[in-house]
Structures are given as C-alpha cells and as structure tokens.
C-alpha cells in the first residue's frame, strides 16, 4: 500500500555532491516522521538524517554539517542534499516511513538508491 520510490544515486568524485529523493505514494505524507538510512557491505544499517512532521532534524555525527535533511508535503516527498562527500560516504541509502504513528507496526522502507563516492 505504502511506496517509497528513492532517486539521485550515483558514482561522485570526493568533495561533490549528490541529492537524494524518496517520493512517497499510498498514505498521507505529512504527518509522519522520515529517515534517511544508509548500508555498505558487510555493516549494519545506521540512521543518517530523520525529520519529524512538524520539521524538527537531527544527524549522525559523521554527516552533520555535510549533509541536509528536507522535506516537501506537497510533493510528499523527501530530500537528502549531500555535500563534501567522502569515500566513506559510499552505501546504499534507504528511505523509510515509520509503519504507523506509534511504531507498533513495521516500517516502509524504499528499494534503496547507490551513492559511490571515488575518484
């Protein structure tokens, strides 16, 4: 019922930049919570950007000041602006909704777009 459809992956040289989007269909957007997660082989998932509905973000400390977490209600649609990208950037990233409000349902996640950072 609940698509999330990421976009704007790709191969980037060190120091450039990338924006990401996640466009979500099926449900009302707008009151829901959104996050930006990435994996690279062999590590765990980890939360990278999330923003709340009413706007609030919050980063992992190896993103912050790099990257920048938007969102689109009209759109519903969400962004992620990397900038200064390093090798270490390199995963798959993965949009996700929360599977209800309260959480006690499981969580949508899109198919996930590459980012390589080399040069």
């Known amino acids: 019922q609940v698509q999330l459809v990421e976009s704007g992956g790709g191969l980037v040289q060190p120091g450039g930049s990338l924006r990401l989007s996640c466009a979500a269909s099926?449900?009302?957007?707008?009151?829901?919570?959104m996050g930006w997660y990435r994996q690279a082989p062999g590590k765990q998932r980890e939360l990278v950007a999330a923003?709340?509905?009413?706007?609030?973000?919050n980063y992992a400390d190896s993103v912050k000041g790099r990257f920048t977490i938007s969102r689109d209600n009209a759109k519903n649609t969400v962004y992620l602006q990397m900038n200064s990208l390093k090798p270490e950037d390199t995963a798959v990233y993965y949009c996700?909704?929360?599977?209800?409000?309260?959480?006690?349902?499981?969580?949508?996640w899109g198919q996930g777009t590459q980012v390589t950072v080399s040069s």
């Open positions: 099926g449900s009302i957007f707008s009151i829901y919570a």
């Open positions: 923003i709340t509905s009413g706007g609030t973000t």
């Open positions: 996700m909704r929360p599977g209800s409000l309260d959480r006690s349902q499981s969580d949508y």
